[in-house]
T-cell receptor
């Protein structure tokens, strides 16, 4: 079983809709959870992080964490064509130091 | 430019040759990471340093790979006797102290092994 799993997509949503991106992880010891955005040909860029169960909102982005279900998600409200990118879920395993383990990424396409 | 800097941006080499990449982290960051990414996949952890100490190296990493961070500032990643399977984007990232997991990535070095 992969340590961090995401649907590779592509996920296609119309402009203005809510995009929902999901991620599951295998290690219950995980403590920190991150979402990175990666445009084609560019390097990953940190957009959200969450440490505690529940929701965390930042502008149009909401990260949701459910440690009991080992599930983390990212909601993008009012999706824009400029949000079209690959979204990478990353997990820091507390007992494995500072490294992040990444999922394979979900490609999001926002259609005008 | 105060971001993470990587050099070169692109490297084309022939199989069997050695290559070396350089990473300059954000100046106040004490942690430095190397990842490898292939098309359609997420970044794969290779190794990381806290200051000059190499704290972890992926067990999947061949002995042909070696990394250094001699003075706790810039880092180099060397691949000896390159193979076609080494072709990938090599990403460097840095982070600061207790905020260690918030990684800031450089633009990467794209390696092509012919």
């Amino acid at each position: 079983q992969k340590e961090v799993e995401q649907n590779s997509g592509p996920l296609s949503v119309p402009e203005g809709a809510i995009a929902s991106l999901n991620c599951t992880y295998s290690d219950r010891g995980s403590q920190s959870f991150f979402w990175y955005r990666q445009y084609s040909g560019k390097s990953p860029e940190l957009i959200m992080f969450i440490y505690s169960n529940g929701d965390k909102e930042d502008g149009r982005f909401t990260a949701q964490l459910n440690k009991a279900s080992q599930y983390v998600s990212l909601l993008i409200r009012d999706s824009q064509p400029s949000d079209s990118a690959t979204y990478l879920c990353a997990v820091n395993y507390g007992n494995q130091g500072g490294k992040l383990i990444f999922g394979q990424g979900t490609e999001l396409s926002v259609k005008p | 430019d105060t971001g993470v800097s990587q050099d070169p941006r692109h490297k084309i080499t022939k199989r069997g040759q050695n290559v070396t990449f350089r990473c300059d982290p954000i100046s106040e960051h004490n942690r430095l990471y190397w990842y490898r990414q292939t098309l359609g996949q997420g970044p794969e952890f290779l190794t990381y340093f806290q200051n000059e100490a190499q704290l972890e190296k992926s067990r999947l990493l061949s002995d042909r790979f070696s990394a250094e961070r001699p003075k706790g500032s810039f880092s180099t990643l060397e691949i000896q006797r390159t193979e076609q399977g080494d072709s990938a984007m090599y990403l460097c990232a840095s982070s600061f102290g207790r905020d260690g997991e918030k990684l800031f990535f450089g633009s990467g070095t794209q390696l092509s092994v012919l």
